[in-house]
C-alpha cells in the first residue's frame, strides 16, 4: 500500500553533527540529517526511493560511527501511544518509534500493564526495540511484540511484520537479516498483559523486590533501576553502547571442558542444548578492569562495557575491542562478536 502524498514539513539540516545522537560520545557528521514526525512525512521524503545511502537511528544508543556518514540520516519522532484493542486478559498497544523507551515503561507500569517492567531504563527509542530484541533480567521486547509497521525505503510502500515474520532470537530479528537497511519502523505494537506475570528469576532481582516490599509492578521496575545504576555507567556521564559484546553461545561438550578448566566459570545452559557464556566473565578473567587505556577502556562496574574515557575515536574503539577479541579467544578459545552496530 502507498502513502498519501502530502505537503509536509520535515526537519532537513545538511553537515549535521552527530555527538548528540549516539550514546558513545564520538564525533562524526551527517551529510544530511532528517526528521520527521509522521509515516506521510517520511513517505514524502523517500518519494519513489532514495539514491543516496542512508542509516535509520534511533537514540543512537547501541552505534558506534567510525566515520563520517557520507549520506541520510532519518530519525523517527513519531509519537503516540494508543490502545488499538483489549480483552479481560491483554491491552495491544500502538507505540511511535520515536518513543523513549523508557518512558513507554513507565507509561505502562503507572497504567498497571505487565510485560515491560524488567526492560526499565533501557537507553533507546520504540523503533530499535524490535531491531535489537532489547533484554534484561530474563525478558526480551520481542516476547512482548506482536507486529511491527515500516515503511520501505525503497518505494515508500508501507509494510507490516507480524511476530513471527520478525523473526526475533536473541539480539536479533529479521531487521538484522534480510530486512537490515530496507525499512523505517513506524510503529510497533506490543502485547501487555492485565494480570501479574512477573519473571523475577534473574541475578538477584528477586531478592530485591522482596527487600522493597515484595512484588508489584512499581517494585519490579524500582528493583530494576536500581540494579542497573549500580552496575552500567550513565549514558549521561559515560559515553558506551551498553553491553560492546554479546554473550557467546557454545555447543555443550565445548561448555563442560571449559568449565573443568575453570571450574568459576557462569554458564547458562539454553533449551536448545547449547550454553551461554558470560563474555563480561571472561574479559574480566583477561584482566581488561586494570588495563588502563588513554581513550578506551572496560567499565570498572561491568567489564562488558566499554567506555570512551573521553576524546575516543571510533577506530580507537574499534582497536580496543580487537585486542579483547583476540585475548578471550587465546584464553579460552571463544570468539567474541559485537553486539553494537558499526557505522563506517
Ligand atoms: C548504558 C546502556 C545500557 C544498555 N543496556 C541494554 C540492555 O540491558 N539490553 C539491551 O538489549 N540493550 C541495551 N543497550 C543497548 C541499546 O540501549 C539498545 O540496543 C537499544 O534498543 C538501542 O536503541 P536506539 O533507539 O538507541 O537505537 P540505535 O542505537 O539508534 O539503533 C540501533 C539499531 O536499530 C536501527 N534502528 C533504530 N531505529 C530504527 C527505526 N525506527 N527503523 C529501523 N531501524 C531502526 C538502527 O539502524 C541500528 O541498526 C544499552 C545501551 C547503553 C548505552
Aim: net charge negative.
Amino acid at each position: 500500500m502507498q502513502c498519501k502524498k502530502l505537503i509536509v514539513m520535515i526537519k532537513k539540516f545538511e553537515s549535521y553533527s552527530l555527538l548528540l545522537h549516539n550514546t558513545f560520545g564520538i564525533e562524526a557528521k551527517a551529510k544530511t540529517f532528517v526528521e520527521f514526525s509522521s509515516e506521510d512525512e517520511l513517505c514524502s521524503f523517500i518519494g519513489s526511493g532514495l539514491e543516496t545511502p542512508s542509516l535509520v537511528i534511533g537514540g543512537g544508543s547501541n552505534l558506534l560511527f567510525v566515520n563520517d556518514f557520507d549520506g541520510i540520516v532519518l530519525h523517527s519522532v513519531i509519537n503516540g501511544m494508543d490502545i488499538v484493542a483489549e480483552d479481560e486478559n491483554d491491552i495491544l498497544l500502538r507505540v511511535g518509534s520515536g518513543v523513549n523507551w523508557d518512558e513507554l515503561v513507565a507509561y505502562t507500569v503507572a497504567n498497571g500493564w505487565y510485560g515491560l517492567e524488567n526492560l526499565s531504563l533501557i537507553p533507546g527509542e520504540v523503533g530499535a526495540s524490535a531491531v535489537q530484541n532489547v533484554g534484561a533480567y530474563g525478558v526480551e521486547a520481542g516476547d512482548l511484540i506482536e507486529k511491527v509497521e515500516a515503511i520501505s525505503l525503497s518505494d515508500a510502500s508501507k509494510r507490516c511484520f507480524t511476530h513471527d515474520e520478525c523473526r526475533f532470537a536473541y539480539r536479533y530479528s529479521i531487521f538484522k537479516a534480510e530486512e537490515k537497511g530496507r525499512n523505517v519502523i513506524t510503529y510497533v505494537t506490543y502485547r501487555l498483559k492485565k494480570n501479574a506475570a512477573f519473571k523475577l528469576g534473574y541475578g538477584n532481582l528477586s531478592e530485591r523486590v522482596e527487600q522493597l516490599g515484595g512484588a508489584t509492578l512499581e517494585n519490579v521496575r524500582r528493583a530494576v533501576c536500581e540494579i542497573r545504576e549500580a552496575k552500567l555507567p550513565n549514558p549521561a556521564e559515560i559515553g558506551s553502547a551498553g553491553s560492546f559484546f554479546m554473550n557467546p553461545v557454545v555447543a555443550a561438550p565445548v561448555a563442560a571442558s571449559l568449565k573443568e578448566a575453570y571450574p568459576d566459570m557462569p554458564q547458562y545452559p539454553l533449551a536448545d542444548g547449547n550454553v551461554k557464556l558470560s563474555a563480561g566473565w571472561m574479559i574480566d578473567q583477561c584482566g581488561w578492569k586494570n588495563t588502563p587505556h588513554e581513550h578506551v577502556g572496560v567499565y570498572r562496574y561491568q567489564a562488558l562495557v566499554v567506555v570512551n574515557r573521553g576524546g575516543a575515536k571510533g577506530e580507537d574503539v574499534i582497536a580496543f575491542a580487537s585486542a579483547v577479541v583476540e585475548s578471550v579467544k587465546e584464553k579460552f578459545g571463544v570468539t567474541l562478536n559485537m553486539e553494537v552496530n558499526v557505522i563506517g
